[in-house]
């Protein structure tokens, strides 16, 4: 069973930066593809990026270019650092844990955080 806890978020201004924290326990998510993703209000939640075991990350082109996923292995934690900010970011953020090495569908993930608000004003 893995438990992930997130961190960080909050208010911001258009252009600024966030960054979100995602920390595991339970089990060790080394081997884990590591997803984020968001859902707006009156939207359905949407796929944003992908940290797979290896290593190697894939973005959505909503974000791609100002989110960046990383990995701190010794605190077992991912990490989302926004850039460049818009107001169309706000949104629930959410990671999530898979045993798969790469999917961006929502059923593949077993474990989910609890969700961070981030607010971008305009």
């Known amino acids: 069973q893995v438990r992930l806890v997130e961190s960080g978020g909050g208010l911001t201004q258009a252009g600024g930066s966030l960054r979100l924290s995602c920390a595991a326990s339970?089990?060790?998510?080394?081997?884990?593809?590591m997803a984020w993703f968001r859902q707006a209000p009156g939207k359905e939640r949407e796929f944003i990026g992908i940290?797979?075991?290896?290593?190697?990350?894939y973005y959505a082109d909503s974000v791609k270019g100002r989110f960046t996923i990383a990995r701190d292995s010794a605190k077992n934690t991912v990490f989302l650092q926004m850039n460049s900010l818009k107001p169309e970011d706000t949104a629930s953020y959410y990671c999530a844990a898979s045993p798969r090495t790469y999917s961006v569908n929502e059923p593949d993930y077993n474990y989910w955080g609890q969700g961070n608000q981030v607010t971008v004003s305009s």
């Open positions: 940290s797979r075991s290896g290593g190697s990350t």
């Open positions: 339970g089990r060790t998510v080394s081997s884990y593809a």
